[in-house]
Nanobody, 115 residues
Framework: VKLVESGGRLVQPGGSLRLSCTAS????SSWTMRWFRQAPGKERE????????????NYADSVKGRFTISRDNAENTVYLQMNSLEPEDTAVYYC?????????WGQGTQVTVSS
């Protein structure tokens, strides 16, 4: 199983980014997909999750109304659309696949929100 994130970069406060995570080596639609983030000196935290069918999502309170998780099972890809970015959103963002307690992680992509 391999998860590859992309889309992280430096963005100004108030800006937008879309992160992508493409999976291989698994039956993608059978896995819950999640985005986590880890800021310097802080624990890794769950940002958003989406079930295999793509019809159920959940979000951390800190990103509700600003971030949207979605998936394209035909492309084996999960997305995180991030709007109204704040400096507090600066972190390494990780893609996570979860199925029956088994987890797989991507290598992470850096998002920096700064003027």
């Amino acid at each position: 199983v391999k998860l590859v994130e992309s889309g992280g970069r430096l963005v100004q406060p108030g800006g937008s980014l879309r992160l992508s995570c493409t999976a291989s080596g698994l039956t993608f639609s059978s896995w819950t997909m999640r985005w986590f983030r880890q800021a310097p000196g802080k624990e890794r935290e769950l940002v958003a999750g989406i079930n295999g069918a793509g019809d159920t999502t959940n979000y951390a309170d800190s990103v509700k109304g600003r971030f949207t998780i979605s998936r394209d099972n035909a492309e084996n890809t999960v997305y995180l659309q991030m709007n109204s970015l704040e400096p507090e959103d600066t972190a390494v963002y990780y893609c996570n696949a979860l199925r029956f307690g088994v987890e797989r992680w991507g290598q992470g992509t850096q998002v920096t929100v700064s003027s």
